[in-house]
């Protein structure tokens, strides 16, 4: 079975301080992880996502995450917070075979000015 | 490049009544999936497709019914409408297992 968990519901962080958004996983068998970014009254954006190979990857609007089998981990992160990151972030799982993405149950991010 | 497209994008039903959610997707993806997405629930999957002809249920497929019969559209049926299924719902496809979803923009509906 997979799981993901997304530590902290609500998350604020200062504009142009470093955003760190939280996911750890669950999985028997090597993961492919993803993060999502749902803006207000949108769907799903894919920001970024990894398979296999380099565990840095980056994303769209300079989002980056990082792989790390040892701590079973995928944290989000972002070097300086603008206010259009407001949003809602969700980390998910899939492995191989598997027909469906496992969801965690999303963290909002809210930028102070 | 249209990707996935849902209709409607807001509707109102009121208490009995039935409707379906259209969904459609031009990127000859395999997979098809419906959620539902409450307020501080994340998403919930209701049904998916791995294919034309094949559905299955997911967590919450109670009061709704799915159908696949092209590799592009998957309805979702609301029969008998309650005011536990006001959601946003979302449609969502990926080509294969190993791929992320790719989501429509959302049928927000409110059953009154």
């Known amino acids: 079975a997979q799981s993901v968990t997304q530590l902290g519901s609500h998350v604020s962080v200062s504009e142009g301080a470093l955003v760190l958004l939280r996911c750890n996983y669950s999985?028997?068998?090597?993961?492919?992880l993803f993060w999502y970014v749902q803006y207000p009254n949108q769907g799903l954006q894919l920001l970024l996502k990894?398979?296999?190979?380099?565990?840095l990857v980056k994303g769209i609007n300079g989002f980056e995450a990082e792989f790390k089998k040892s701590e079973t981990s995928f944290h989000l992160t972002k070097p300086s917070a603008h206010m259009s990151d407001a949003a809602e972030y969700f980390c998910?799982?899939?492995?191989?075979?598997?027909?469906?993405?496992?969801f965690g149950t999303g963290t909002r991010l809210t930028i102070i000015p | 490049n249209a990707g996935v497209t849902q209709t409607p994008k807001f509707r109102i039903l009121k208490i009995g009544q039935s409707m379906t959610l259209q969904c459609t997707q031009d990127?000859?993806?395999?997979?098809m999936y419906w959620y539902r997405q409450d307020p501080g629930m994340g998403l919930k999957l209701i049904y998916y497709?791995?294919?034309?002809?094949?559905?299955d249920k997911g967590e919450v497929p109670n009061g709704y019914n799915v159908s696949r019969s092209t590799t592009e559209d998957f309805p979702l049926r609301l029969e008998l409408a309650a005011p536990s299924q006001t959601s946003v719902y979302f449609c969502?496809?990926?080509?294969?297992?190993?791929?992320?979803?790719?989501f429509g923009s959302g049928t927000r509906l409110t059953v009154v």
């Open positions: 497709s791995v294919g034309a002809g094949i559905t």
């Open positions: 990127m000859n993806h395999n997979y």
């Open positions: 990894y398979t296999t190979g380099a565990t």
């Open positions: 998910a799982v899939r492995v191989f075979g598997n027909e469906k993405l496992t």
């Open positions: 999985s028997s068998v090597p993961p492919y």
């Open positions: 969502a496809s990926s080509y294969s297992t190993g791929d992320g979803y790719t």
